[in-house]
């Protein structure tokens, strides 16, 4: 389970933290930072993939020229807080190793180079062992020499192993690409890093595992019901971020009538659809359609369905289907659905990460739906916000800010937001902060 996030000089953050719970809620003005936060998570994922730099920033294409990924927005001329040189992002987190749960952190430095982005420090830490599962460095000249030098810590004979640094000459430059922890993780030496010869690197590639299992399993979602209408074939069991293969993971969800209960159930609650069942016709392709039938009889197919209604059956499809991630990434889940529902759909995201095997972070712009925010996740409940013009975004949680508590226990959350008054609030803290400093 992710617990915090950490940026320094990525996008428009300088330096800022994000606690982050089950259920963590985002809010704050157009242009404060929320859709950042999700960039520097699809960076994180971008590495978990086993992606250069490069590629994690700009795109990744497969054989055949196949687009895998797509880069983050801005690229290298917008990833750095005010034209920087570099920026950082550092992870915090929990991980289960059967009956072991280890607390860890990650972190990772990259600076924007000419010709290719590079990575100049980076480190995994485990807080049961005395020292780092791994530690690297690297310089990188303008006359193209570097020196890397990669610190890895034997814990079976209990001391440590150092890499001696590598020179490499001009236009020879081994620079770090790919981060260490991807490579480690799948057994590989990392290249030209000057470790010794007989290191043993069971420990280091299971604690990389570990971490990579945090953020390899990240969802984006980003519905279009336009493309959640399209039928799809049999077996297509992973729902695309933009919903595509809605019809066959709805099929797939239904081979199993308690989950197809329990969406029926979900569905009734959250529309006006006096859904009974779900079927899914083929076409003359074999490619399966949706299509939800009433009690009166009416047969409804995802090519009339309301955009709500698809946007909730995408929502279901990914919390409650057979390929769950372990973290989603929401932007306006709100968007489309009528507001007497958001406490439902608030309900089932509540419901889903209670057991803890998942968590979700949403952004919105709903002052309704935060007041049906439970106590727990109103605790993650955090403020992008920005200071005047200032290009600085800050993230602060609402429930630290001073006599929020008490506001939000007479007038809920939504007076707050609606008012402005957090904004104003974190402005007059800076004012005072700066008179008294």
Request: contains cysteine; proline residues 3%; negative net charge.
């Amino acid at each position: 389970m992710l617990k915090s996030l950490r940026l320094e000089n990525f996008k428009s953050f300088k330096n800022a933290e994000l606690s982050l719970g089950d259920l963590t809620v985002l809010v704050g003005t157009n242009a404060s930072g929320k859709s950042n936060i999700r960039d520097a998570f699809r960076f994180l994922h971008g590495i978990s993939r086993g992606y250069s730099i490069a590629e994690i920033i700009g795109e990744k294409y497969g054989e055949g020229g196949v687009l895998q990924w797509r880069g983050i927005r801005g690229g290298t001329k917008e990833i750095t807080y005010c034209g920087a040189d570099s920026f950082a992002i550092a992870i915090s987190f929990s991980v289960q190793d059967g009956d072991t749960e280890y607390d860890m952190d990650y972190h990772i430095k990259v600076r924007l180079a000419n010709p290719v982005p590079y990575i100049t420090d980076e480190r995994l830490n485990c807080k049961k062992k005395e020292y780092p599962i791994f530690e690297s460095q690297s310089t990188y000249t303008l006359a193209f020499s570097n020196s890397n030098g990669v610190h890895f810590y034997d814990y079976w004979e209990s001391y440590k192993v150092y890499a001696n640094p590598v020179i490499i000459e001009k236009y020879d430059y081994m620079a770090n690409y790919i981060p260490i922890l991807s490579q480690v993780s799948k057994g590989v030496k990392p290249y030209g890093q000057g470790i010794r010869e007989n290191f043993d690197s069971s420990i280091a590639k299971k604690f990389c595992e570990l971490a990579l299992n945090v953020i390899s399993e990240m969802r984006f979602l980003d519905l279009s019901p336009d493309v959640m209408r399209l039928p799809t074939f049999s077996g297509q069991n992973v729902l695309g971020d933009r919903g595509e293969n809605l019809s066959s993971v709805m099929l797939d969800i239904c081979r199993d009538e308690t989950r197809k209960a329990i969406l029926l159930d979900w569905l009734q609650a959250l529309t006006p659809m006096d859904a009974k069942d779900f079927d899914f016709p083929e076409d003359f392709t074999g490619k399966v359609l949706l299509r939800i039938e009433e009690a009166s009889g009416q047969k409804t197919t995802a090519y009339s369905a309301s955009d709500g209604t698809l946007r909730f059956l995408g929502l279901l499809a990914a919390l409650l289907g057979n390929q769950r991630s372990r973290f989603y990434f929401f932007e306006e889940p709100e968007n489309g659905i009528h507001p007497n529902r958001l406490s439902l759909l608030l309900q089932l995201m509540e419901q889903e990460v209670a057991n803890g095997s998942m968590q979700i972070v949403i952004t919105t712009h709903s002052p309704l739906l935060l007041n049906f925010l439970s106590p727990a996740s109103l605790e993650y409940a955090s403020l992008m916000y920005r200071i005047g013009d200032r290009a600085e975004s800050r993230i602060t949680k609402i429930m630290d800010i001073p006599n929020a508590r008490e506001l939000i226990a007479n007038d809920g959350l939504s007076s707050l937001l609606d008012s402005g008054w957090l904004e104003d609030a974190m402005y007059f803290l800076e004012d005072e902060e700066v008179q008294n400093a």
